[in-house]
């Protein structure tokens, strides 16, 4: 089993920033694909970035895309999730993601039925 769990939410204004953490323990491995998605009020959960093992072996959704950076360190465990240029539809419950299946990594990292260890979620807030 793998535990996550998510910090670094907040309420923060329009074209702020946030970094949000994503410590892992139990059976890890550093061959774990981990993600970040988020939920808003009254919507489906959404991919919003992955990484996988390898240096630059990075996937985002096109509304974060050169906003947000996904960033793993391997030997603290732990992934983070780096929110500048934030906006009011960026508010959510975020939510980190660690997958154990996914031999190569692919776009089906986007996949939220890819992952297999799921945090609490973090929520994000974002005032304009």
């Known amino acids: 089993q793998v535990q996550l769990v998510e910090s670094g939410g907040g309420l923060v204004q329009a074209g702020g920033s946030l970094r949000l953490s994503c410590a892992a323990s139990g059976r890890t491995s550093s061959r774990d694909v981990l993600g970040w998605f988020r939920q808003a009020p009254g919507k489906e959960r959404e991919f919003v970035a992955a990484?996988?093992?390898?240096?630059?072996?990075?996937i985002y959704t096109d509304s974060v895309k050169g906003r947000f950076t996904i960033s793993r360190d391997n030997a603290k465990n732990t992934v983070h999730l780096q929110m500048n240029s934030l906006k009011p539809e960026d508010t959510a419950v975020y939510y980190c993601?660690?997958?154990?299946?996914?031999?190569?990594?692919?776009?089906?990292?986007?996949?939220?039925?890819?992952?297999?260890?799921w945090g609490q979620g973090t929520q994000v807030t974002v005032s304009s």
């Open positions: 993601a660690a997958s154990r299946s996914m031999v190569v990594f692919t776009t089906r990292a986007s996949r939220s039925n890819e992952y297999d260890y």
């Open positions: 990484a996988g093992w390898s240096r630059g072996s990075t």
